[in-house]
């Protein structure tokens, strides 16, 4: 008989729609023992001491393979899951996940799942793990046999893969740190200008954090709102709860600090600075609590017309989802990303002038108003959360429906009756196959004319 280590990081616990699928499974094989560590809901408990890890321990040194089950909660995996990553070595858990074959296995709507995907998997393979491909599912391949099929295949896979060991290719390579000690100088011309700045620090890893935010702060002339968040009270992740969906109320109300914070700081800044170390290949698990306790707000462009920016102590050229993450995440928001400043910088001086030209780059664009267009990210993501809210799940998110209906969100395709009128009239006379031959010979000349024609009024 086989054991696997199940590692739920659904702060739902059993009532997880992702361990689902490894129930399924269960179902199907029988003779495999697994055992289920429920890491996210059960946070407090795997940070109280080493003790509490010796179920798993004991488990995975049992273990043929480690199944790490997730839900995307805001781009990554949730931060219960990312803080239970983080305590594995300081509660002296490294050595026995290491050598262990793993995967993870993910539900959610696909958006951006890859990216919490490449920050797990990242992660397990610093652990010394071997990682195999993950199974990223949506929610509804649960109701479909062919994604199921799937679904036995990548496991039947999986133990095969642990049973003849078989070799694993790294996706990423390890990481190396960068060895700056920063000594900050004062900045000789601060940025003057009358935009609101909001700082959300995460310093507690000390470094170099604390003084890169405390220089942006006097770079922008010392008028910053830093929330720090090792001060703030935090009574917990995000539970997946869903009351937010409804009305945009919280379960957590005001009984910590969180919404105050996004009320009173963050919704009247002009300029958001986010700023913290590389932990995991991604901000530590505090970050991204507060980011995804932001899911009151639901699928509202929280960030609407302002200014971010990513302060990054650690090696953020090698941990491309950290800087894609806040891109993405900003984009979609209606937001522009003015790019990072990491202490990836030969000396301190040069790191001076790094930060000075991110605080005049962010209140330059500010008092542009500087919103360029946005890459795939913000367009492909503001797509799907249209679909999504329009459909399958518009009665659950009916908040978002009432936002979304309002301010035109709802521009499908579809309704655009000049253009559905004329691809019918275009497509009727490219049957015609002396008009087909003479557009295929000059589509280049027909499809650049308007812009030539512009040009030529200038
Ligand atoms: C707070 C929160 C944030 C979410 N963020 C994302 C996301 O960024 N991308 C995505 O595809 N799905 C997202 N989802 C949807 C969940 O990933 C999906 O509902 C998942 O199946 C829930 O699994 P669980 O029941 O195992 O927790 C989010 C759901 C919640 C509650």
Redesign the pocket.
């Known amino acids: 008989m086989e054991t696997i280590t199940v590692i739920?990081?659904?702060?739902?616990g059993k009532?997880?729609?992702?361990?689902?699928f490894v129930e399924y499974l269960q179902k199907k094989h029988p003779q495999t023992d697994f055992r289920h560590f429920h890491v996210a809901q059960d946070i407090r408990l795997y940070a109280r001491g080493a003790d509490a890890w010796n179920p798993l321990k004991e488990a995975l040194g049992a273990s043929q393979g480690v199944l790490w089950?997730?839900?995307?909660?805001?781009?990554?995996a949730?931060a219960s899951l990312m803080r239970f990553m983080e305590l594995i070595a300081p509660m002296g858990a490294a050595k026995a996940f290491s050598g262990l074959y793993t995967a993870c296995l993910?539900?959610?709507?696909?958006?951006?799942?890859n990216f919490?995907h490449d920050q797990m998997r990242g992660t397990l393979e610093d652990l010394g793990m071997s990682c195999l491909a993950p199974f990223q599912?949506?929610?509804d391949d649960f109701f479909k046999p062919q994604a199921m099929e799937a679904l036995e295949y990548f496991f039947e896979d999986f133990l095969q893969a642990a049973r003849d060991k078989r070799p694993v290719q790294r996706k990423f390579a390890p990481l190396t740190f960068p060895d700056l000690k920063y000594q900050p100088s004062e900045p000789t011309a601060p940025v003057s200008s009358g935009k609101k700045v909001a700082i959300v620090a995460e310093t507690e890893a000390g470094g170099n954090i604390g003084p890169m935010v405390e220089r942006l702060a006097k770079a922008f002339g010392g008028k910053v709102d830093i929330v720090d968040l090792q001060k703030l009270t935090i009574r917990g992740a995000?539970?997946?709860?869903?009351k937010c969906a409804f009305d945009n109320q919280c379960t957590y109300g005001d009984k910590d600090d969180i919404k105050r914070i996004y009320e009173t700081i963050l919704d009247p800044a002009d300029i958001i600075v986010y700023a913290g170390p590389v932990v995991n290949r991604f901000f530590p698990a505090r970050m991204k609590l507060f980011v995804?306790r932001r899911?009151m707000r639901t699928h509202y462009p929280f960030m609407k017309g302002k200014q971010v920016a990513l302060l990054v102590a650690g090696p953020l050229c090698q941990c491309h989802t950290l800087y894609d993450t806040f891109e993405a995440d900003v984009q979609v928001s209606e937001a522009h990303f003015a790019g990072a400043v990491s202490d990836e910088y030969p000396d301190s001086a040069s790191l001076d002038r790094a930060i000075d030209t991110l605080a005049r780059q962010l209140a330059s664009g500010a008092e542009a108003c500087y919103l360029p267009p946005d890459n795939f990210f913000g367009v492909a993501g503001r797509k799907?959360f249209r679909d999504e809210v329009w459909g399958r799940y518009r009665f659950v998110f009916q908040a978002d429906h009432r936002y979304y209906s309002l301010r035109g969100f709802y521009d499908f395709p579809q309704k655009d009756w000049r253009m559905r009128l004329r691809n019918f009239w275009n497509m009727l006379r490219l049957r015609i196959p002396r008009l087909r031959r003479q557009v295929r010979n000059t589509m280049p000349g027909f499809m650049v004319k308007p812009f030539v024609d512009k040009l030529n009024k200038l």
Not at 15 to 20: D, E, P
Not at 69 to 76: D, E, L, N, R, S
Request: net charge neutral; hydrophobic share 40%; charged share 15%.
């Open positions: 739920n990081g659904s702060p739902k009532k997880s729609i992702s361990l689902k089950v997730f839900p995307v909660y805001v781009f990554q949730p993910s539900t959610s709507i696909h958006f951006y799942d919490a599912a949506d929610q995000c539970l997946g709860c869903m995804e899911f799907m």
